[in-house]
């Protein structure tokens, strides 16, 4: 932390917000002697490739270096340590189909007792084994249901059947004060004052920590919380003014589509939030690919969601010193072709048509001659013969090179008088595709 910052603020001096805060200094602090030795202590590096980009000095929060690659362990340790001997004698309980399960793994394995790891039936198998692997002997891992909600209400079910303790994910103040410590290493790392922080919002709980710990020691910054354009409940729910769920999500950002946020991390964020921001999926996508190809840094998409926003704050944070907190990397391999392929579509390069061409000889080949560009290429091709009509429909997916070659692609199309439509502007027809 920047000695202006120390000097001039201390814990036990009133800022206008601090009368309300719920998450104290002082029991983030003990979160972060308990998670010695547990937890490591992320770096806090200055990205040279981002600085530049946006004009503006940014760090980033390395929570995807994590023992767990992820900031969970702190929340889920801090929580189970802090419950007596006869409930850690009885053991533990959570659903999660990611990190949080595997954060509950490793305190469980770090504290010798046992839990129990509810999780979806169809999770991938990654994510079970690394569950299994960082509990190792002491988790038993229950695939059951075909939703986390599912498996949400079989863990709540079987802690009253056997009086064990139900770890929450987010809603908690003991997991909300051990994600808290991250913001206790954001200021004594940084080197400057900071302007802005850029905060992932998934149930809320990460951002209400922090949050806390920055209206308490370093109120100047505006704290922004970020969500996913597919699952906006916190945003929601702020503009709304009472925790709302949502009825459908798009669950790519797996790591923070949540239908419901935390009853007290709504009320955390509603307090000291400046504001919460989506941003759109296909972007999230493209910042990974970014992130990979010149940083060599692997994330998973709610990992990017605090540096792919930075793109709407452009103007605000020149000369600035911003903190993206990156909150995970537990990204499956499997996965990298849906992300390249929802990149090229936000970025324009990918679209779809329904075309239904004449069923004549020689029409397909007039398309590929007269309508496409010299650097416009066919990746997606599906047709299908109709007897008795004059027209045959294809599924055509076509990749360019450059964006602005899509107006003169149309244009093409029109003066030729082939019948299409559009499918990037029908998510219903599109999903089925891509």
Do not use: W
């Amino acid at each position: 932390m920047s000695t202006n910052i120390k000097t001039t603020l201390r814990p036990e001096e009133s800022t206008p917000t601090q009368s309300s805060i719920v998450i104290g200094l002082h029991a983030v602090k003990a979160a972060e002697l308990k998670l010695r030795g547990v937890a490591r202590r992320t770096p806090l590096e200055q990205n040279a490739n981002l600085s530049d980009e946006f004009s503006a000095n940014v760090y980033l929060k390395r929570e995807d270096l994590q023992i767990v690659r992820s900031y969970k362990i702190r929340g889920a340790f801090n929580k189970i340590s802090s419950l007596s001997a006869e409930e850690l004698a009885r053991g533990v309980v959570c659903a999660s189909a990611g990190n949080h399960a595997q954060g509950v793994a490793y305190s469980c394995n770090k504290l010798r007792i046992h839990g129990k790891i509810f999780m979806p039936a169809p999770t991938p198998q990654q994510k079970v084994r690394q569950v299994k692997m960082f509990g190792r002997e002491f988790v038993e891992v229950i695939l059951i249901g075909d939703t986390f909600d599912d498996a949400y209400k079989e863990a709540l079910a079987d802690c009253t059947r056997h009086g064990m303790a139900f770890i929450h994910p987010f809603d908690d103040v003991k997991v909300i004060e051990g994600q808290g410590t991250v913001g206790l290493e954001i200021l004594d790392d940084c080197p400057e004052a900071i302007d802005y922080v850029f905060l992932p919002i998934g149930g809320g709980g990460l951002a209400s920590g922090v949050a806390s710990i920055f209206k308490t020691l370093h109120p100047e910054a505006k704290l922004i919380g970020v969500e996913p354009l597919g699952a906006p409940a916190m945003k929601l729910s702020l503009e709304k003014g009472v925790n709302t769920a949502l009825e459908k999500i798009d669950k790519f950002v797996d790591g923070a589509a949540v239908k419901r946020v935390g009853d007290l991390t709504f009320s955390i964020c509603k307090e000291l939030l400046d504001g919460v921001v989506t941003v759109a999926e296909g972007q999230i996508c493209t910042r990974i690919l970014r992130l990979y190809n010149e940083d060599a840094i692997v994330v998973e998409p709610a990992g990017a969601l605090a540096i792919a926003v930075m793109e709407q704050f452009r103007e605000e944070i020149r000369g600035k010193t911003v903190v993206c907190v990156v909150s995970g990397s537990n990204n499956d391999i499997t996965r990298t072709e849906e992300i390249k392929e929802r990149s090229m579509l936000y970025e324009g390069l990918k679209h779809y048509f329904i075309v239904r061409f004449p069923q004549r000889a020689g029409a397909l080949r007039e398309f590929l001659s007269e309508v496409l560009g010299p650097t416009d290429d066919i990746t997606y091709f599906q047709y299908s013969k109709k007897t008795a009509r004059e027209r045959g429909p294809a599924v055509v997916g076509l990749e360019l090179q450059d964006r602005n070659d899509f107006d003169a692609l149309i244009e093409r199309m029109n003066a030729r008088n082939i019948t299409y439509e559009y499918l990037n502007d029908r998510p219903d027809l599109l999903q089925h595709i891509v």
